[in-house]
C-alpha cells in the first residue's frame, strides 16, 4: 500500500502532462534542423558513439532537454518526444535509473545462482531447471540493460521478447515443480515435454505477434504477459496455501506474489521522470529487486528442503 501512497503522491505533486507529443511542434523541429546542420558524427563523445547515438538521436536529446528545462522555468506541461519522456543522459545512457536498477536485479539473480550452486546437489531433480532459469534470467536483465541505455527497434522487441520469455518459463518451472513426481521426487520425462512443446509453439507466436514483421503491438504484449503471469501467481497461491503448514518457505513465494502484484501499480502510473532521472517504469525496476531477492530465497530453500526430504525416503 506504501507504493501505491507515493505513487499517487507523486502524481499529486509533478507539474500536469499533455498527452500530444512534443516531437510534432514546430518548435521542436526548428531545432532538430538547425542543429543537424553543425551537427559532425566524429566530435561526438565516445560514451555516446559507444551507445549508439548519432547526430539525428543527438540533436533530439538535445532539442528535446532544451526544451523541457525552459518549460519547467515556464511552469508549463512537459511534453514527450517520439512517444517517451524526456530523460536527462548519463554517461551516454538514455534511461540511467532503469540501466542502474536493471543492473542490480541482474546482480540478484546472479547471487541467486551462485546460491543455488553452492546449496543444491546437481542430482537434485529441478537442479538443471532452475539453474537454466537463472541463466535466462541474467540474459533478460542484460537485454533490459541495453534497451534502456539506448532504445532501438532491435533493443526493444529483445527487451519485450525477454521479458516474456521469462514469465512463460516461470510458469514452465512451475508446472513440473508441482506436478508428476513419484515417490523419490523424479520428474516424469514426459512432462518436460508435455508442458515444455506447448509453451515453446506459444513462445514462436508471441514472438511473431510481437513485431518481428510489423510494429510492436503494446496492447497486445501487457495482456499476454499480464495473462501468463496470472496462470502461474494462481498455481503458486494455490499449491503455497495447499502445503502452507509444513512448508515453511512457502511464506516467502507468497510475499512474492503479494509484493509484485503491488509493484506493477507502479507501472499504471504515467508521469514525467522525476529529476528528468525516475519515471514509473524506473521505480517498478527498483520494486523487483527485493522481490526477486525473496523469490531466489525460496527457490533454493525449496530446492533443499526437497531434495533432504526424498533422502530421506531413500534412506
Given at each position: 500500500?506504501r507504493?501505491l501512497s507515493v505513487l499517487l503522491?507523486?502524481a ?5 502532462v ?6 510534432s ?7 532538430v534542423?538547425r ?40 511552469r508549463?506541461p512537459i ?6 519522456w524526456?530523460f ?5 545512457m538514455?534511461?540511467?535509473a532503469?540501466v ?6 541482474g546482480?540478484t539473480v546472479?547471487?541467486g545462482?551462485t546460491?543455488?550452486?553452492s546449496?543444491?546437489p546437481?542430482t537434485?531433480?529441478l537442479?538443471?531447471?532452475w539453474l ?5 534470467g ?6 533490459s ?14 527487451d519485450?521478447l525477454g521479458a ?5 518459463m516461470s510458469?514452465?518451472c512451475?508446472l513440473l515443480?508441482i506436478?508428476g513426481?513419484?515417490?523419490f521426487?523424479?520428474?516424469?520425462n ?12 506459444l ?13 510492436i ?7 499476454f504477459?499480464i ?8 498455481l503458486?497461491?494455490g499449491?503455497?496455501l495447499?502445503?502452507w ?5 512457502i511464506k ?7 509484493l509484485?502484484t503491488?509493484?506493477v501499480l507502479?507501472e499504471l ?5 522525476i529529476?528528468g ?7 517498478w525496476h ?6 526477486t531477492?525473496i523469490?531466489?530465497d525460496?527457490?533454493?530453500e525449496?530446492?533443499v ?8 525416503k531413500?534412506?
Open positions: 500500500m507504493s503522491l507523486c499529486l505533486t509533478i507539474l500536469p499533455l498527452s500530444s507529443y512534443g516531437d511542434t514546430q518548435e521542436y523541429r526548428d531545432c534542423i542543429r543537424m546542420r553543425s551537427c559532425n558524427y566524429e566530435n561526438l563523445d565516445f560514451s555516446l558513439k559507444l551507445f549508439g547515438w548519432d547526430c539525428l538521436s543527438n540533436c533530439q536529446y538535445e532539442c528535446s532537454m532544451e526544451i523541457t528545462e525552459e518549460r519547467i522555468k515556464q508549463k511534453l514527450q518526444y517520439h512517444g517517451r524526456p536527462k543522459r548519463y554517461f551516454g538514455q534511461e540511467p532503469s542502474f536498477f536493471s543492473l542490480a536485479n546482480f546472479f547471487l545462482v546460491n543455488l550452486l546449496r543444491v546437481t537434485y531433480n537442479f538443471h531447471t537454466g532459469y537463472g541463466i535466462l541474467l540474459i533478460v536483465w542484460f537485454l540493460f541495453i534497451y534502456h541505455a539506448k532504445e532501438t527497434m532491435l533493443t526493444e522487441i529483445l519485450y516474456s520469455t521469462m514469465v512463460m510458469l514452465y512451475m515443480r506436478s513426481r513419484d515417490q521426487g523424479k520428474i516424469k514426459k512432462l518436460n515435454y508435455k508442458y515444455g512443446i506447448p509453451i515453446f509453439i513462445f514462436l507466436y508471441h514472438s511473431y505477434n510481437l513485431g518481428f514483421y510489423k510494429k503491438d503494446y496492447g497486445y504484449n501487457m495482456r504477459n495473462c501468463i503471469a496470472t496462470i502461474h501467481h494462481s503458486l497461491l499449491w503455497g495447499w502445503n503448514s509444513h512448508r515453511p518457505h516467502k513465494a507468497v510475499w512474492v506474489i503479494v509484485s503491488m509493484a507502479l502510473g504515467d508521469f514525467p521522470p529529476w532521472v525516475f519515471d514509473a517504469h524506473a521505480l527498483a520494486a523487483t529487486i527485493p522481490i531477492k523469490w531466489w525460496f527457490i533454493v525449496d530446492c528442503y526437497e531434495y533432504l526430504r526424498y533422502k530421506r531413500v534412506v
